[in-house]
């Protein structure tokens, strides 16, 4: 899984406040592939760490994806299914969690449609048709994050 953080307002992390979020107040944003939704709740641009609300419409697919760092999910409604890659068949149900190590590369697909929380430590690298690795948003994904990595 992969997000299009919203960084209109993003502010960094190191900020001592509690920052209270409110997701039913806030509008879905539309990703770039079909079906499928987000919100942000949490974006530190100096990292890069993302905490989302996804909705994934039925048969709605995450393209091939590599989790460059951890990312972590907990699925609230429906299903998340590999549906290629290592571990493609395994699918994870409402009320269930599951993470998935950095270099870790796979197609999502949520067959029932499904709202999930995701985790991330920096954004996903995808691999387009066309040859291009971007993030989720479409952006080349190394001017974009690879500075963010330990060297």
Known sequence: MNVKPNTQNAKAVDDKRSHHVRPQEMPWETMRFPGCKTKTLLFDPKSG???VL??????????????????QTYVLEGSLVDKEGPDAGIEVGAG?????????????WS?????????????????????KVVDASGKEWDPAWAHLLPA
């Open 49 to 51: 760490l993302a905490t």
């Open 54 to 71: 996804i909705e994934m419409e039925p048969g709605a697919t995450l393209p091939d994806h590599e989790h460059v760092l951890i990312e």
């Open 96 to 108: 269930e969690f599951v993470w998935r190590p950095a270099g870790s590369r796979h197609t999502a």
């Open 111 to 131: 067959p029932k449609g499904g709202m999930f929380i995701a985790m991330f430590q920096i954004p996903n690298k995808f691999f387009d048709v066309d040859g």
